[in-house]
């Protein structure tokens, strides 16, 4: 059975960081896209960063870029997001999610696999 389990979501205060983590079960993330999305209240769904793990290509999101790090351990098939600087706009839910045939990183519907999200709320 496929599976994504997000964890490390957390309260935190303005400039503050939090390390997001992504544990894939019934598949390699090493075939994989894996992207972190987001959510926040009453707006839609948006893409923050995506990793092609077999060969390390990322992309970020220009709102987090310089301040979010994607990264993954093949060894325990998780990716993670390290969050840096954050900011109030950046409270949402995230989620990570898994992509076989790598379509435009950005395309929340290209993704297979969905997990069911970590609360990130960032207090000023």
């Known amino acids: 059975e496929v599976q994504l389990v997000e964890s490390g979501g957390d309260l935190v205060q303005a400039g503050g960081s939090l390390r997001l983590s992504c544990a894939a079960s019934g598949f390699t993330v090493d075939d994989y896209a894996i992207g972190w999305f987001r959510q926040a209240p009453g707006k839609e769904r948006e893409a923050v960063s995506t990793i092609y793990v077999k060969d390390g290509t990322t992309f970020y999101a220009d709102s987090v870029k310089g301040r979010f790090s994607i990264s993954s351990d093949n060894a325990k098939n998780t990716v993670y997001l390290l969050m840096n600087s954050l900011k109030p706009d950046d409270t949402a839910v995230y989620y990570c999610?898994?992509?076989?045939?790598?379509?435009?990183?950005?395309?929340?519907?290209?993704?297979?696999?969905w997990g069911r999200g970590t609360q990130v709320t960032v207090s000023s």
């Open positions: 999610a898994a992509d076989l045939v790598k379509s435009a990183w950005w395309w929340v519907q290209g993704y297979d696999y």
